[in-house]
């Protein structure tokens, strides 16, 4: 199992959604959990690294758990996606191992990894996505 946490960030229907050098497939920003962070630990650190924005902390509110098989590992290997939202102070850049922040809607489900398109379905039913 593949432990990851993710920011969600939805604003007119759409969601922030980056892209990594080389790759081709879209992922919600986040990653990994480094040994004895907290997911809002992982959520700050991932997302300065990722986006240079800092997110505010204190407003962190869990959103959903989500597994799916993981995207570019062998059959049977999961990823668990813990989703957060949070405000923030800056404007998403594309940093590190980014090569591209754009913003999705539900037509673009076809373009993101296994997990991410059960969050965008779960997001375009309760009509936060379009």
């Not at 924005?53 to 049977?76: K, P």
């Amino acid at each position: 199992m593949i432990d990851k946490i993710a920011w969600l960030k939805v604003q007119d229907g759409r969601i922030l959604s980056t892209r990594s050098q080389g790759k081709d497939t879209y992922y919600l920003p986040g990653g990994k959990r480094e040994p004895g962070e907290s997911d809002v630990q992982t959520l700050v650190r991932e997302i300065a690294e990722e986006l240079a924005v800092d997110i505010a902390a204190g407003t962190a509110v869990h959103a959903g758990t989500y597994e799916a098989q993981a995207h570019g590992h062998d059959e049977g290997v999961l990823v668990r996606m813990t989703c957060y939202t949070a405000d923030h102070v800056g404007t998403p850049t594309a940093s590190s191992e980014i090569e591209e922040v754009r913003w999705l809607g539900y037509a673009d489900r076809d373009r993101v990894s296994p997990v991410d398109r059960i969050i965008f379905a779960d997001l375009h039913a309760s009509g936060q996505l379009h």
